[in-house]
């Protein structure tokens, strides 16, 4: 009897922190949700609170619940700190997140948690994204900029459909253009990589992918977001018309002449690459009839390519 007054003592303990800290994710949740001065502060002490009552490591023995209420503390803490501009501290918090997950995974939870688990990976890449922008050298833009893409891969393992992530992962591939203040926007330049990115993104958005499945988070103007995506296929395509301070790369090539690969409707397409840009600024317009940016490139390309695609 003894035994098991102990043993009952213990499971108490043990499982006491978790009505505390649901209650104290609960509030930072609400507080979170108020566009109102001082409500920012007041979500993030809640969830540290909350943090300061979890157990020191991710066990494998927690239960689905359990597990859920220490992913999403971390994970909101992470979005507050973000939003109050707190970068580092926010990325060390996704980490955490995705470091249980991890842990997690190799305990048979991988299922049930990965949804959840992919939007700690989601917001640890637009953390490192945002982060990237900020930094000075140029050592440390690429260094964060890998990161952000090793954490949307992550995500886009986690949960296929969170279209989101191919998306993102496309921009810190093979971003294109200029920035608000006319600087070169900072991207890895991967263009190919970024397409196949972007392209995968559309195929969940548009159901192409053959999963038939609804995408995670889909946005309310599908239409629109795939015009975007489509656009910056385009941009990918032919980056030298779009990239400031570029001259260098067209001195010794006549890119009119150049030649990429597109894959439309399964099949690869090898024609110049301005005839198969044109071809994406045109699926973009059709999508978007009010897309300025693709009508303006789709200008642009034509005026040195025959467009024949249909």
Not at 47 to 61: I, R
Not at 65 to 75: D, E, G, M, P, R
Not at 108 to 126: E, I, R, T, V, W
Not at 166 to 191: C, E
């Amino acid at each position: 009897a003894l035994f098991l007054s102990v043993s009952s003592a213990i499971v108490a303990a043990e499982s006491e922190w978790v009505d505390t800290a649901l209650k104290f994710l609960i509030e930072g949740n609400k507080a979170l949700q108020v566009a109102e001065v001082g409500k920012l502060e007041e979500a993030i002490e809640s969830y540290k609170q909350g943090v300061e009552t979890l157990p020191a490591e991710c066990d494998k023995s927690f239960d689905k619940k359990q597990a859920q209420i220490i992913l999403s503390l971390h994970t909101q803490l992470g979005q507050a700190l973000s939003y109050a501009g707190d970068l580092q501290k926010a990325i060390d918090s996704f980490r955490l997140a995705c470091i249980c997950q991890r842990e997690w995974s190799e305990g048979g939870k991988n299922d049930a948690l990965n949804q959840m688990a992919s939007k700690a990976y989601f917001a640890l890449g637009m953390a490192y994204q945002d982060s990237s922008s900020s930094a000075t050298d140029e050592g440390k833009q690429r260094e964060q900029l890998e990161l952000s893409v090793r954490a949307y891969g992550h995500a886009t393992k986690l949960d296929p459909l969170y279209w989101s992530s191919y998306a993102n992962l496309g921009v810190i591939l093979a971003d294109v253009g200029q920035d608000g203040n006319g600087n070169k926007v900072k991207s890895l330049q991967m263009y190919e990589e970024g397409i196949l990115a972007y392209q995968k993104a559309i195929d969940i958005l548009t159901g192409a992918d053959g999963s038939n499945s609804i995408p995670t988070d889909p946005p309310e103007n599908v239409k629109e977001v795939v015009a975007e995506l489509q656009y910056r296929i385009g941009l990918c395509l032919v980056p030298f018309l779009f990239t400031p301070d570029s001259n260098n790369e067209t001195d010794d090539d006549d890119y009119s002449e150049r030649e990429c690969t597109l894959t439309i409707d399964s099949k690869p397409i090898t024609r110049s690459c301005l005839e198969l840009a044109a071809y994406q600024f045109n699926k973009a317009v059709k999508y978007d009839a009010l897309h300025v940016g693709a009508q303006n490139a789709l200008v642009l390309v034509t005026a040195d390519a025959s467009f024949g695609m249909s």
